[in-house]
Every structure is written in C-alpha cells, then in structure tokens.
C-alpha cells in the first residue's frame, strides 16, 4: 500500500509503505531514518500532551539493552508498565523509559565518584608514577 500525497509542492509524490517521511504544510517531503521518525513522532506527541506506549522490546532498544533485561527492570518495580488488552503485553511509556534512563545515568556516575573519592582517601592513587613503575623493577 502506498501513499500519493495530493499538495501543491508534493503533488503525485509517492511513499511507499513502510518508508517514513514527514511532510510540511507547504507540501514538501523529507524523508526519515527509523530513528528519526521515532524521536520526532515522541516530540510531537509530547508536546500535544500524549503518551506514547512501547513494547519491551522497543523499551530495549531505547535502553540499548536485551528485552529480557527490561523484563528484569518491569519485574522490580523501577520501570512502571500497564498491560495491553488481551494479549497481555507490558507496554511502557517513552517518557518514562528515559526519565529512568537518565535516572540511572546519574546514580552510575555518583557511585563512580564515591568510589573516586573513596580511592584518593585511602591513598590508592599514586602521586608519582615514577616511584609505582620503580615498584615493579
């Protein structure tokens, strides 16, 4: 199935299925990676005040992560989710999915410096290289 866009500027233009393509009011075509299609139709969504739902596996690819690992994350309650309809299928929201991205982002990079701070405290960061690499002769 495709689409024949009936604009001015884009009259006769054809996008087959599948494909991606965002169009202007002026009628001009552009179009869009997966990726692309993706954040701009979570923006738009966003800003009409919208909730965009996704599967795990889509959740899993957001999170550059195995759907199983997002299964792990749903289980423990850090991820909330809703189930779909009959099949029963965890859906979550994409906002919710990056504020937890973000989330945990920071909690790895506080627990790196602690561990940072906690290393030059005890004195296991050498001051001269030196004198470490003379250790080793």
Do not use: K, W
Not at 41 to 53: E, K, P, S, W
Not at 117 to 137: H, S
């Amino acid at each position: 199935m495709t689409a024949v866009l009936e604009m001015p500027r884009a009259q006769g233009t054809t996008i087959p299925r599948g494909d991606r393509a965002l169009v202007d009011a002026d009628g001009d075509v552009v179009e869009l990676s997966v990726e692309a299609y993706e954040a701009a139709l979570n923006a738009a969504l966003g800003v009409m005040g919208r909730r965009r739902m996704v599967t795990t596996g889509e959740a899993a690819r957001l999170l550059n992560c195995s759907a199983r690992t997002v299964a792990r994350i749903l289980d423990s309650g850090r991820l909330p989710f809703t189930r779909n309809g009959a099949t029963g299928r965890r859906m979550v929201d994409v906002t919710d999915v990056m504020d937890y991205q973000r989330h945990e982002r920071e909690r790895m990079e506080q627990s790196l410096s602690s561990m940072r701070r906690a290393a030059a405290e005890m004195g296991l960061y050498d001051e001269d290289d030196a004198a470490y690499v003379a250790d080793f002769d």
